[in-house]
């Protein structure tokens, strides 16, 4: 069964930076897209960067300049470096990665890991 579990969230000050880890686990073949999302309060989900297998990658315009997607194929793992953190960067921030398993290509969510910004 394919997991993706988020880690390295937690409470910074404004300023401040941020690493968020996520790893795809189980029996996986392939893993084309992995991104991050967040959901703040009362607020829809919202795409934050988008890495493809090949390095290309996508921000969301409140994280052009601030925040780094990468990724490691071998570990199955995405990263989010988060700099210059601001309090309206406060949400659930969750992984998001199209993995191809024993059957077809299906698209998977992590649980979410909170990250607060205090100003």
């Known amino acids: 069964q394919v997991q993706l579990v988020e880690s390295g969230g937690g409470l910074a000050q404004a300023g401040g930076s941020l690493r968020l880890s996520c790893v795809a686990s189980?029996?996986?073949?392939?893993?084309?897209?992995m991104g991050w999302y967040r959901q703040a309060p009362g607020k829809q989900r919202e795409s934050v960067a988008v890495i493809g297998r090949g390095g290309r990658t996508n921000y969301a315009d409140s994280a052009k300049d601030r925040f780094i997607i990468s990724r490691d194929n071998a570990k199955n793992t995405v990263y989010l470096q988060m700099n210059s953190l601001k309090p309206e960067d406060t949400a659930v921030y969750f992984c998001n990665a199209d993995i191809t398993a024993l059957g077809p290509s299906r698209n998977y969510w992590g649980r979410g890991t909170q990250v607060t910004v205090s100003s």
């Open positions: 189980g029996t996986i073949l392939f893993i084309g897209d």
